[in-house]
C-alpha cells in the first residue's frame, strides 16, 4: 500500500472576501526574552536562524522582531517594551518568561487587493487593534477576531519590504 499525502488543490484556492479567505504567510508569537524564546525555539523546534526588525516605536516604547522561514510559513516572534506596548504584552504573565501565540499572518499582493481588504474591514466594523502603514516597506493592519481569540494581521509588502522577506533565513 503506497503513502498518500496530504496535497494542496491543484489549482490553489484564490483569496476572496472573508478575513480567514486570504493568503496566509505567517504566525506570530510574543516574548518578553526574545533572546530566551529563539533559544526555545532552536533548541525544542528546529528554528535554527533568524533576521531582525528592532528599532523604536512611535509612543517611545522598542520593538525587537525575530522572523525565520520554515516550511511555507514565516514563524515571527516580537519582543515590545516600554510606552504604548499593550497591544504586543497583553497577553504575558508578569514576572516569568512566556512565549504566546498572538496573531495569524495574511499577505496582501497589490494596491487593488489592499482597497478591497480595507473596504472589507469596515464594511464588517472590524476594528482596527494596530497598524503600520507607511507605503514605503511593509503595511499592517492587525484586526482582532473575538470568536478566535487572537489577532489577524494583513501585510501588504512593498519593495523594500520583499527584499527584507527575501533576506529572512529558511530553516
Do not use: C
Not at 533559544?39 to 533576521?51: I, K, P, W
Amino acid at each position: 500500500m503506497s503513502e498518500r499525502r496530504l496535497v494542496p488543490p491543484a489549482t490553489p484556492v484564490p483569496p476572496g472576501p472573508g478575513m480567514l479567505r486570504k493568503e496566509q504567510s505567517h504566525t506570530g508569537y510574543v516574548t518578553n526574552d526574545l533572546d530566551r524564546a529563539m533559544d526555545v525555539l532552536r533548541e525544542r523546534y528546529g528554528l535554527g536562524e533568524f533576521t531582525f526588525i528592532e528599532g523604536p516605536m512611535p509612543q517611545g516604547g522598542t520593538i525587537r522582531v525575530a522572523f525565520a522561514w520554515a516550511g511555507s510559513q514565516i514563524y515571527e516572534i516580537i519582543q515590545a517594551s516600554g510606552p504604548d506596548t499593550e497591544f504586543y504584552n497583553d497577553l504575558l504573565p508578569q514576572g516569568e518568561f512566556a512565549v504566546r501565540f498572538h496573531h495569524l499572518g495574511f499577505v496582501i499582493h497589490d494596491a487593488e487587493s489592499w482597497r478591497e481588504l480595507e473596504a472589507e474591514i469596515a464594511a464588517g466594523r472590524w476594528s482596527i487593534a494596530y497598524s503600520t502603514v507607511t507605503g514605503d516597506f511593509i503595511d499592517a493592519y492587525y484586526v482582532y477576531a473575538p470568536e478566535l481569540g487572537h489577532h489577524l494581521e494583513y501585510v501588504w509588502p512593498h519593495e523594500a519590504g520583499l527584499n527584507f522577506y527575501d533576506a529572512v533565513p529558511v530553516n
